[in-house]
């Protein structure tokens, strides 16, 4: 299974060195923010998903030291004592105390592969325990940095509903003092408090939001110290201003990802399984020795002799017929063989189809992002003549208002789609198995 890893690896690798592809650093959410740096460094010993997985390979090795038990000597002991009680025809009655001791010693000289057979399937199980934690970090760092990147989103969200709650405060006045002069209507001014409810309800809601999704990133990470999930002056500059200028190349040949090796191994398992099924019905050898005491009765009378015994020499067995039973497994480990090597074939059809959803996702939030820095400069340049025109009593406050939660609304729908596209990024990457060692600097 590693070979077939490093053989994908170091071809994915070429394939994407010849397309010009790499994810530059600061495309990553660590870049900006020391907090989630912190996360990721103690993924390892905090995440409850990990450890679980760390139990998978415990199992798995314990299961290799059973297969391979098999192929070794068994070396046994017994002892046992007896109370022998006789009473012959025309004897007087007789009893006696008698002790026997055996130790006998066993190992496997030809099973026709199907003990290494039993030890390799234990071997292929550490080797896909391994990659599955080697995979499984990598799976769960994208979905804590993702979970992440929302929480910074939705912080960001409730701060600007905070605000746009204060201003609706301030509306509500505005308009209650406007009315004393009949300068508005009481419609206007019930408008106003339906805003201002909304903006209460909004709050609640994203508190709500907040506190669900910091639990589920507690229970992904296992980190529950407090998090500010403050914005960063670097990330912001990054969200208005950086240039998501690389390629994403659709790869046409066999890609892999974690359920496709999982089904090479079970291939590769039933082919063992098919070993074993075949060894059923053929002869096998063993070696054997033994030792152990008896007592025979001497001809004359009831004394007894006593008898040492050495026993080494090789055992063969046969088992001629099982009701079909080897000829069943071995149909049902073929059949689930060909249902693997299936189910490979659709896996990776999907999986080809899904880098090119997700490629076309990223080439969509490419342009989303940049359409949304425009939609920022006319959302900016309409508040400022708003500010005017308010001055000038040209436009109502209600016009005003909605000019700043336009402003609001694209900047925030600018970051998060910025979010969006460092998670759809980090997913492009374990799709294509691209592996990278980045450093960090410290977060602007």
């Known amino acids: 299974m590693k070979k077939t890893y490093l053989f994908f690896y170091l071809t994915t690798f070429t394939c994407l060195n010849l397309f010009g592809f790499e994810i530059p650093n600061k495309e990553r959410p660590e870049f900006f923010f020391k907090e989630l740096v912190e996360v990721l460094e103690k993924l390892n010993d905090r995440s409850p998903v990990l450890k679980s997985k760390e ?46 001791n055996q130790a006998y010693l066993t190992k496997p000289i030809f099973h026709w592969g199907a003990l290494k057979a039993r030890e390799q399937i234990a071997k292929l199980n550490i080797s896909w325990a391994e990659d599955s934690c080697s995979v499984q970090k990598r799976i769960l760092t994208g979905e804590v ?31 209650e003092k406007r009315l004393e002069l009949k300068l508005s209507t009481p419609l206007a001014l019930e408008e106003a408090r339906v805003e201002q409810l909304n903006r209460e309800i909004s709050i609640a809601e994203l ?10 990133f507690v229970s992904l990470s296992g980190y529950d110290k407090p998090l500010s999930l403050d914005i960063t002056k670097g990330f912001w500059e990054f969200s208005k201003s950086h240039n998501f200028n690389q390629e994403f190349p659709i790869l046409v040949g066999s890609l892999s990802n974690i359920e496709i090796e999982k089904l090479h191994t079970q291939v590769q398992i039933e082919d063992e399984h098919i070993k074993i099924a075949e060894a059923e019905l053929k002869p096998k050898i063993n070696l054997t020795g033994a030792y152990f005491q008896d007592q025979v009765d001497l001809a004359e009378g009831r004394s007894s002799l006593d008898r040492n015994n050495f026993l080494v020499g090789l055992e063969a067995s046969w088992s001629i017929w099982d009701s079909h039973k080897s000829a069943g497994q071995k149909k049902a480990a073929l059949a689930r063989k060909l249902k693997f090597e299936n189910a490979i074939e659709n896996q990776n059809r999907e999986l080809r189809d899904k880098v090119r959803s997700v490629v076309s996702e990223l080439k969509s939030l490419k342009e989303r992002i940049i359409l949304g820095r425009k939609l920022i400069l006319v959302a900016e340049n309409r508040l400022e003549k708003s500010k005017i025109e308010l001055q000038m009593d040209r436009i109502s406050p209600a016009d005003h208002f909605s000019a700043r939660v336009a402003l609001d609304r694209s900047q925030l729908e600018n970051l998060e789609a910025v979010c969006q596209f460092m998670v759809l990024l980090d997913q492009y990457e374990q799709i294509v198995m691209f592996k990278t060692f980045i450093n960090y600097p410290n977060p602007k």
């Open 145 to 175: 940095r993702g979970i992440f990147l929302k929480l910074v989103a939705l912080k960001y969200r409730s701060q600007m509903a905070i605000e746009q709650l204060r201003i609706a405060t301030q509306y509500v006045d505005t308009i």
């Open 207 to 216: 508190r709500t939001s907040l506190e669900r999704n910091k639990a589920y």
């Open 55 to 100: 139990f998978d390979l415990d199992i798995a090795q314990a299961n290799q030291v059973i297969a391979k038990s098999e192929q070794g000597f068994k070396l046994g002991f017994k002892v046992s004592g007896q109370s022998i009680h006789e009473d012959r025809p025309s004897e007087d009655f007789y009893h006696r105390y008698r002790t026997f």
